[in-house]
């Protein structure tokens, strides 16, 4: 059975974007047909993070009002036999995605992908209000800064308000030395805030920054510790 998964922030900056990415690919690596949609429209960068940038022709709004299929705004991730993006809108416009068009779109989208994966976003917002109505679960990516949590908690409250329950928590860019020094957060605080489990913790890492700048999901590159570490963040997401 299809699910369609929303990836969350409550503020930039967090790795949502790259996580989203990341997710996609993993899945994609063992076989799955994935279809990452990027609704940040004015914002995006699922592109630049996919290295496809120079591919996208129409987007997501182009299929919404009819100017296009969605056969034609689906891009084949490069390197991968069963991922493709959806770009968002390099502009805000004048017209509107509605939940009704994200039920729409996601019910035609199940059809053909296992998982599809809504880039929303970071903070509260009509995208955010349309992917709700379409999703089956909710990711929350954060980091350990006071900033990002309370806007993130904020964040997840509103999922839920909106309908969504299923929830979990990732938390990116953990600096060790910094949380054992008391200098962050520490896990166990961070998790008595959120509703959703924390599924998974991804250290500060230049590796993690080069490959999205260089438009390559760091998950390609096999045998690393960020590859096993983010698979298995995926597998709890799934059993949540």
């Not at 493709?84 to 019910?107: G, N, Q, S």
């Not at 109505?133 to 909106?162: F, K, L, M, N, Q």
């Amino acid at each position: 059975m299809s699910e369609v998964i929303l990836v969350a922030s409550g503020k930039g900056g967090t790795g949502k974007t790259m996580f989203s990415a990341n997710m996609g690919a993993t899945l994609a690596q063992v076989g799955c047909r994935v279809m990452l949609l990027d609704v940040d429209m004015g914002m995006r960068n699922l592109d630049l993070y996919l290295g496809m940038e120079n591919r996208v022709v129409y987007n997501i709004m182009d299929v919404v009002s009819g100017i296009c299929r969605i056969n034609k705004a689906a891009i084949k991730v490069d390197g991968f036999e069963t991922l493709y993006f959806m770009a968002a809108a390099p502009k805000k416009d004048e017209r509107d995605i509605t939940p009704l068009h994200m039920k729409v779109l996601c019910d035609k989208l199940k059809e053909i992908f296992d998982f599809i994966i809504i880039d929303c976003p970071a903070g509260i917002g009509e995208m955010l209000d349309a992917s709700i109505s379409c999703s089956d679960r909710a990711v929350i990516v954060t980091e350990p800064e006071s900033a990002a949590i309370r806007d993130s908690d904020v964040t997840e409250r509103y999922i839920i308000d909106g309908g969504l329950s299923k929830t979990c928590i990732v938390v990116n860019r953990l600096n060790m030395e910094l949380m054992q020094k008391g200098l962050l957060p520490d896990i166990s605080s961070v998790s008595e805030i959120f509703e959703g489990n924390i599924v998974g913790v991804i250290q500060e890492d230049d590796n993690i920054r080069i490959s999205t700048n260089k438009g390559i999901p760091i998950v390609m590159k096999s045998g690393t510790y960020i590859e096993k570490n983010i698979q298995e963040i995926v597998k709890r997401i799934l059993r949540q």
